[in-house]
């Protein structure tokens, strides 16, 4: 079945069907607004994510159930940054009238599997035909209390800088994709990528972290935007990168490139006092997901990086910039 014999209506009477009620929603899909209640004492934090076929991702290799996830993943992993739990989000789509029912069907299925997973809600949006292809737009909304958020800005002299997970794997996985590979490690993380959100929170709530990004330009470029906000440099040690098997195994001649320029690991950036980063590394234990020292906040401006025999090392990139 095409969209169109559905009609618009039809198909928002179909995604409000699989929406769960929440207790923090008394209006939800339906209304010309949708009611929050907010937890006492906390602060919303909003941030909005738009993904475009052609520009993020392309159908001849993005099933919709994937779509789906990754598109809330986006934004999950920016309120994770914050150190905000997710609560709820609304949905901009727009569609060619073409379009099947069962794409809809598969996309709504991976975001709502993934909604429900970090228990967040989906409360309203819109939806509209395109002319053009597939354009989605999500804005999620989290809560923390105010003491407790995590900015960009907060960075000092002498903190240690540590990478979540590992990186570079996104962007070989996009170039496996682009190859013909169709599945593996490498193609999962650039389709399916796991935003950090219990390691967010929980960095914040335990005060650990006194600067935080979540990696999606890569870890040059979102470094740049932390030592900029906080005035502050920083010098990276490569040889502490965090890098997967598969990655090493697929990534050319330097290594480097990719995980410092690549983009969308959705990996958390943060730094953190010296003297705290034995609860950093206990904290990370206790949740099961890897953790990197990968240098440490300086005085001057800039990122300096160190190749693994000491010397300066010259990106051969910068960082993923829509109009760069
Ligand atoms: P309006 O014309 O007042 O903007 P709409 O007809 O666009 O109202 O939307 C009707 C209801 O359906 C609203 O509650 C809106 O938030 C919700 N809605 C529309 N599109 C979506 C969508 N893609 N996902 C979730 N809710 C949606
Ligand atoms: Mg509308």
Redesign the pocket.
Known sequence: MKLAELG??GL?DR??DRVAPSASVPLG??????ALLPTPGTLTLITSDMLLEGVHFDLSFCDPHSLGRKSLSVNLSDLAAMGAHPRQF????ALPVGISVEFMDQFMAGLLEQAERFGVT??????CASKGGVAISITALGEQRPEKVVKRSGASVGDFIYLSGTVGDAAAGLCELRRGVRQGFLVSRQLDPQPRVEAGVALAEAGLASAMIDVSDGVLADLGHICELSQVGARVELARLPLSDQYRADCGTDPFVQALSGGEDYELLFCTPKQKAGQVEALFESQGLKVSRIGEITAGGGVELVTPDGGAYQPKLRGFDHFG
């Open positions: 618009e209506f928002i995604i409000a899909i339906g209304d010309d607004a949708a609304l949905l901009g789509i989906l409360v309203g949006g819109d939806t």
